[in-house]
T-cell receptor, first 117, second 111 residues
Framework: AQSVTQLDSQVPVFEEAPVELRCNYSSSVSVYLFWYVQYPNQGLQLLLKYLSGSTLVKGINGFEAEFNKSQTSFHLRKPSVHISDTAEYFCAVSDLGSGGGADGLTFGKGTHLIIQP | NAGVTQTPKFQVLKTGQSMTLQCAQDMNHEYMSWYRQDPGMGLRLIHYSVGAGITDQGEVPNGYNVSRSTTEDFPLRLLSAAPSQTSVYFC??????????FGSGTRLTVV
């Protein structure tokens, strides 16, 4: 079984300031990691994913995340946020990397990013 | 536009009624899945399918049935709706690239 912990339910940040959204996971097998963004009353949009290779992953809208296997973390960062980044952000994990045949994602509970002018 | 289409967008049911939430994708994706989103809970996996004719249970399957007769469609059935099934339901699909594409959701209220 795997689980995802998003350490902050809400993060307020001033516009143009940097932000880090924290995500830790637990799994007994090799995992793939994802960050999704959800704008109000919409579905989820993929920001970035880590499958293998370089531990620093760049995504859309200027976001990036770093996979740290020893700390089982996959924190999301952006150097300068904009009002339009206000949304709910979800970290998710999949054990697709283990080749076990199951599918689907295990999500954290989400972090609400609030950008203050 | 290519993507995942969910219908209806909104639905109100009475306790005990049945209904089917529709999900269709036009990307020829093999893998499809259903999630429910509840406040403060994130999204939880209900059922998934790894291809036509093959389905399996996720984390919260009780009260829901699925089938996958075609690659394109993956309907979710509630046989006897309960207030605990009030939620927002999302369908997702993926190809071999591991990036899941989500539909816009169905907001279901059971009274």
């Amino acid at each position: 079984a795997q689980s995802v912990t998003q350490l902050d339910s809400q993060v307020p940040v001033f516009e143009e300031a940097p932000v880090e959204l924290r995500c830790n996971y637990s799994s007994s097998v090799s995992v793939y990691l994802f960050w999704y963004v959800q704008y109000p009353n919409q579905g989820l949009q993929l920001l970035l994913k880590y499958l293998s290779g370089s531990t620093l992953v760049k995504g859309i809208n200027g976001f990036e995340a770093e996979f740290n296997k020893s700390q089982t973390s996959f924190h999301l960062r952006k150097p300068s946020v904009h009002i339009s980044d206000t949304a709910e952000y979800f970290c998710a994990v999949s054990d697709l990397g283990s080749g076990g045949g199951a599918d689907g994602l295990t999500f954290g509970k989400g972090t609400h990013l609030i950008i203050q002018p | 536009n290519a993507g995942v289409t969910q219908t209806p967008k909104f639905q109100v049911l009475k306790t005990g009624q049945s209904m089917t939430l529709q999900c269709a994708q036009d990307m020829n994706h093999e893998y499809m899945s259903w999630y429910r989103q509840d406040p403060g809970m994130g999204l939880r996996l209900i059922h998934y399918s790894v291809g036509a004719g093959i389905t399996d249970q996720g984390e919260v399957p009780n009260g829901y049935n699925v089938s996958r007769s075609t690659t394109e469609d993956f309907p979710l059935r509630l046989l006897s709706a309960a207030p605990s099934q009030t939620s927002v339901y999302f369908c997702a699909s993926r190809g071999q690239g591991y990036g899941y594409t989500f539909g816009s959701g169905t907001r279901l209220t059971v009274v």
